[in-house]
């Protein structure tokens, strides 16, 4: 049964009946006559076969860049080095998306000789459903990133790398939920212990008659509630998974939300130390939107990989690192709203006040071929739910539109509150 796996988003590949069909596996010399066979396993299996990338997706993808790249030359008057450095950033980043695209079908047939490979539930029962699909492809953008990504911020990136590593062993191995909770926890520790920025937040607007000041020094109570931000944000992208794209996706809409409000800042304030913050937000975020581009191409419907936990993780607690480093902590939670949701729907569940089954996906129709939602406390079958079935592309569209629309609501809701300096 697949509600007897540990990860939410697929159904685990059990190779143990096929094991004897491939010898790099489970080589059985006893049964063969032919030494030769033996000798050269690879004359014997064909390496597996992956799909292309996705090239016209991920050119519609790219043109959301448009606006981000208009407010850099056109409408705002950036300083010349620091538009520079973004450049060369976005230069190496591009770099990296050809890099990320070239190596995924290699480390994904990698992955296939190994066994680490799962089953789509949501395509259980067509031909699909029974393809081996390589998992904890996430490796593979982790890797360009560090190589791509450069700064003073070690703390950051062993934060990262830290996260990464978890995802891929939790790949491997189902490492229990409550391991999953703590760790996030003990690598945030080190993050809080090298930031150095501020603990104010801006009063809003309409509370500052009433409240009388603008600024408020929260102390240690704001580098409590970074800890616990970076807690969830590693979590909440694992949580809010289970369709093809979905995990991938939702964090390219972030990203790209995350770019337009840095340049925003980058453009508007005045003073030269409160812009650094963002251009370093800018130099993290660029690798992170490109090679996650790369590996949306081979993710999107239909998989012909999966992100697996490790990018889930690293995902996660990169943006973490760029909303607290970058001093936008409060907006990135915005950005976040959809998790904020699914975490709120799930809660009951994940407490234990409800029964929680190992997979809570909503079910595959196979006379329609469409999806259709269960009882179980997630956003997607809430979606289910209220819009009624759907085929899994066009609900991972409806998913990630919300996500845009909540993106642009915080931008609104900025607009309003504290407007565009923090």
Known sequence: MPRQNNNPRRQNYNPQPQQNNNPRRNPQPQQNNNPQQNNNPQQQVPDPTIEPPKWGFVFKLSLFSIPYFYLIFFHYSIDSEFRRSIIINAGLSLAGFFVTVRMIPVVARLLLRRGICGLDINKEGTPR???????ALGIVVALVFFVVWHAPYYAAIACVA???LLGFVDDGLNVPWRVKLVLPS????????????????VIPKPLVPHIGIEILDLGWIYKLYMWLLAIFCTNSINIHAGLNGLEVGQTVV??????????MQIGTLTDRQYKLPHVFSIYFVQPLLATSLALFSYNWYP????????YTYFAGMTLAVVGILGHFSETLLIFFLPQVLNFLLSLPQLS???????????????????????????????????????SEKSLCIYLLVFQGIACGFCFLLRHFLAGWYK
């Open 129 to 135: 459903g029974n393809v081996k699909v390589p998992e």
């Open 162 to 164: 830290f996260m990464t």
């Open 186 to 201: 003990i690598a945030a520790l080190s993050l809080l212990m090298a930031y150095t920025g501020h603990t104010t937040i």
């Open 254 to 263: 972030i990203t790209y939300a995350i770019l337009i409000h840095n340049i």
């Open 303 to 310: 998989s012909s990989v999966f992100v697996g936990d490790t």
């Open 352 to 390: 234990g006040y409800i029964p929680c089954p190992r997979h809570r996906l909503p079910r595959f129709n196979h006379q329609t071929g469409l999806l259709t939602g269960t009882n179980d406390g997630t956003l997607i079958n809430f979606f289910l739910r209220n819009l009624g079935p759907k």
